[in-house]
């Protein structure tokens, strides 16, 4: 990964009893199925686990938490740091009382909507469209067919990247359209979705057509990464995309999705530097037939593989939204939370 790679072997990394492997490849592990190397990459055993080594590790390391991803471009020249990934010890789901589920951070949107299912719980069945994890969700305000994170989170636990373990209300996320202001670093290691009574057939039928509606409308089977712009206001991405004639249109082994055109495609041989120069390519002709600059909505992550200068850090460089404040700026008085 170049000259830019942090040298963690002058500061060891602090031991674990999870998993903490070096030079781990990301591809296999996001839906893209291209981009390059972690640096380090831990699954903690539990919370306890995470937050002793995020307390111990050197304060100058970037820390980067991973779902499912289905949200994220990782970068060629792969990212530097630990890059963190939960796993099944961080995807329980228990019921907390009729109405309410606690839900880990690993946990995915089709076993959260599930649970709530069973337990005659309705509001929860648009999670059964977002292909991520509840980490991903409380981070992005996650949302699909109507709702958002922010309509059904009750509050989350959360370890800063400090290794300090918190508690934040949902008011404290400072919630926006797929924007929160938890920090950076951080890790989201459970949170309570509240819903509604409901009937466990009329919750599965939702569920249903919610699951039809995806599978006719989005290229559900291929390597893809979700929606990849967000919906300006007052305007639908897709259409701009398709008014801007970027139906079909191919870079490299990258193509944006002829059945939804929110949708870029790894055709088989696509490197991260192909999907995310698409992207740009679409943006810069959506800009010049509508006049409206496209947001990125899919997180970009990671080092160029031609330039080990351009470390960009462990979130989206766009330039177009905020990924939230560190852990140790002069702003944490703004995550008012419960100190565990």
């Known amino acids: 990964m170049g000259d830019t790679r942090l040298t963690l072997a002058a500061s060891p990394l602090p031991s674990v009893r999870g998993s903490l492997k070096a030079d781990a490849p990301l591809a296999p592990l996001v839906w893209f ?4 190397f972690a640096q380090w990459l831990f699954e903690p055993k539990d919370v306890e686990d995470l937050s002793d080594f995020l307390r111990d590790l050197d304060p100058a390391v970037p820390v980067m938490a991973l ?7 990782v970068r060629d020249g792969g990212v530097s740091g630990v ?3 939960l796993g099944k010890a961080f995807a329980k789901v228990e019921q907390v009382d009729a109405t309410a589920l606690r839900c880990g951070g690993g ?12 337990a ?18 409380v981070r992005m305000n996650g949302g699909a067919y109507g709702r958002e994170t922010r309509d059904i989170l009750v509050e989350c636990a959360v370890v800063l990247r400090s290794g300090e373990r918190v508690t934040l209300e949902a008011d404290a996320l400072g919630y926006s359209y797929r924007h929160s202001r938890l920090p950076e670093g951080a890790v989201v290691v459970s949170a309570v979705f509240r819903g509604v009574p409901g009937e466990p057939a009329l919750i599965q039928a939702e569920m249903d057509r919610i699951a039809a509606a995806r599978e006719e409308s989005q290229p559900l089977r291929s390597k893809t990464g979700g929606s990849t712009f967000k919906n300006p206001d007052g305007h639908k991405a897709w259409q701009l995309v398709d008014e801007a004639g970027c139906r079909g249109l191919a870079l490299g082994g990258a193509q944006v999705s002829e059945k939804h055109t929110n949708f870029l495609l790894n055709l088989g041989d696509a490197t991260s530097a192909d999907i995310e120069a698409l992207g740009e390519e679409v943006r810069r002709r959506v800009k010049e037939k509508s006049g409206v600059e496209l947001e990125w909505e899919i997180q970009r992550v990671g080092m160029f593989a031609d330039d080990g200068n351009r470390q960009v850090g462990m979130f989206a460089d766009d330039g177009n939204r905020q990924v939230g404040m560190f ?3 002069g702003n944490r008085e703004n995550l008012v939370g419960k100190a565990k």
Do not use: Q
Request: hydrophobic share 45%; no cysteine; glycine share 22%.
């Open 83 to 85: 890059v963190v990934r």
């Open 120 to 137: 005659g719980i309705a509001g929860l069945e648009f999670l059964r469209s977002i292909p991520g994890t509840v980490g991903g969700f």
């Open 67 to 73: 779902g499912l991803g289905s949200n994220l471009i």
């Open 107 to 118: 946990a995915s949107g089709i076993l959260v909507s599930s649970t709530a299912r069973d």
């Open 33 to 36: 199925k291209a981009g390059g």
């Open 327 to 329: 852990a140790d700026d």
